[in-house]
């Protein structure tokens, strides 16, 4: 039988999605499964954008532009440019979501044993995307009891080689909630100069920030035209995780060129889904701070129903809508699938995600769970219950 590539099986499962048949199986038999494994907001799509969709009337579905169209670029430029980033459209690249950004990010920056910087823990997928674009991910460890706050310029400093060809960032961040502060962002564009390697961020969770904080863009530090690349996407902000449309923004124009090959190399965006972003735009602003307000709320009462579990220690995200906790256990993994198959409470379960996917250190975060506040409060505080009741069972089993 041929053989799959050595690339193929070292491929990592996805800690957010692994245990997807296991949560069916349950529901299956009739069991709630309390979903605070993705980030898959419950809150409505703005209107706007899906009837931008219903009120087309295309005689022929055809090809887009491989870096998306003029008229969403532009309009993007735009609305950037509300946020303190001045860039033109000639500096964006419209990509199938936030994901294939940083695939093309990476495939236009590295080559095959290069090496990139990122804190951990970090969004799991860049372990993926790692893997499949040959480059390695060299680890910063950030940790619980410090909030998961930006470790050290000089623990940075000392992991620089000549294979590395950047630092990534996601802020705020994906699976922790920590913003990155200004005076953070300008020690890493001071260390990014000084090596002369580029700055990515992530920074697909800009509109929620909260307790009076705000978001600096890598886009708006000055001196970094050239180092700075931002990876975006419409799935968070408007709650259309299903449209698949992300893009590159950095005014560097080699970076740009290079990722435009890669997009025609897949030829173009999904044509619905950009009208429905570029309608998207056009959400007003109560819209957004209707959000913001639901998330403060959601976030008040999962970090207190955590804290009031006994063993848990969690952190306060600033942003983004997750936190990572640690649970008096060994192994989440064993944990988070035995909460799917062996265990519910008056005919509910919840369905976590295993922290050690978000690392690339073997053997860190396996007592910790990243759990998304994307659920309505009343269902926020029943899937609190459950999972206390859980706790208790399964420590004392073990």
Same mark, same amino acid.
């Given at each position: ?8 099986? *070292? ?53 887009? $532009? ?12 735009? %609305? ?19 994901? +294939?950004?940083?695939? !093309? &990010?990476?495939? @236009?920056? *590295? ?24 480059? #390695? ?18 623990? !940075? +400093? ?5 294979? &590395? $060809? ?14 990155? @502060? ?15 390697? !580029? ?17 600096? @863009?890598? /886009? ?15 799935? #968070?902000?408007?709650? /259309?995780?299903?449209? $698949? ?16 090959? =890669?997009?025609?190399?897949?030829? @173009? ?17 109560? %819209? =957004? ?7 403060? +709320? ?22 983004? =809508?997750?936190?990572? *906790?640690?649970?008096?256990? #060994?192994?989440?993994?064993? =944990? ?6 062996? !265990? ?55």
């Amino acid at each position: 039988m041929p053989q799959i590539s050595k690339k193929g099986q *070292a491929m990592p499962h996805s800690p957010i999605r692994k245990l997807v048949p296991y949560a069916e199986r349950a529901k299956q038999k009739g069991i709630k499964v309390y979903h605070l494994n993705i980030g898959q907001p419950d809150i409505e799509t703005p209107k706007i954008a899906l009837d931008a969709v219903k009120n087309t009337d295309l005689k022929i579905l055809e090809y887009t $532009r491989s870096d998306g169209s003029s008229t969403y670029r532009k309009k993007l430029a735009d %609305y950037y440019k509300k946020h303190g980033i001045d860039v033109s459209h000639k500096d964006i690249v419209v990509t199938t979501g936030g994901s +294939e950004a940083l695939i !093309f &990010t990476i495939g @236009s920056i *590295a080559d095959a044993g290069d090496e990139i910087i990122i804190p951990e823990p970090f969004y799991a997928n860049y372990n993926g995307i790692a893997v499949s674009s040959g480059v #390695k991910i060299v680890p910063v460890v950030s940790d619980i009891d410090h909030n998961f706050a930006l470790p050290s310029i000089a623990e !940075f +400093e000392k992991l620089i080689t000549a294979k &590395t $060809r950047a630092i990534v960032i996601c802020n705020p961040g994906n699976p922790t909630g920590y913003l990155y @502060s200004k005076e953070e962002i300008e020690q890493l564009k001071a260390l990014v100069l000084k090596h002369d390697i !580029f700055l990515i961020a992530d920074e697909v969770y800009r509109e929620f920030v909260y307790d009076g904080y705000t978001h600096h @863009s890598v /886009m708006s530090e000055p001196g970094l035209d050239d180092h700075a690349i931002m990876v975006d996407s419409v799935s #968070k902000r408007y709650s /259309m995780c299903g449209a $698949r449309i992300g893009c590159i923004v950095s005014r560097n124009q080699e970076v740009i060129a290079a990722s435009v090959k =890669f997009a025609q190399a897949r030829l @173009s965006p999904p044509t619905y889904e950009l009208i429905a972003a570029e309608a998207a735009l056009d959400t007003p602003d109560s %819209y =957004f701070e209707m959000v913001s307000r639901e998330y403060t +709320e959601r976030r008040k009462v999962l970090l207190g129903g955590l804290q009031k579990i006994p063993g848990i220690k969690v952190s306060m995200p600033k942003g983004a =809508f997750y936190c990572l *906790a640690e649970l008096p256990i #060994k192994d989440s993994d064993d =944990f988070a699938q035995w909460l799917l198959e062996d !265990f519910s409470l008056d005919g509910a379960t919840v369905m976590v995600a295993p922290a050690s996917g978000f690392y690339s250190t073997p053997g860190v975060g396996k007592n910790q769970v990243r759990i998304a506040y994307v659920l309505k409060k009343e269902d926020l505080e029943a899937a609190l219950k459950v999972l206390a009741k859980a706790l208790e069972v399964y420590t004392s089993k073990s």
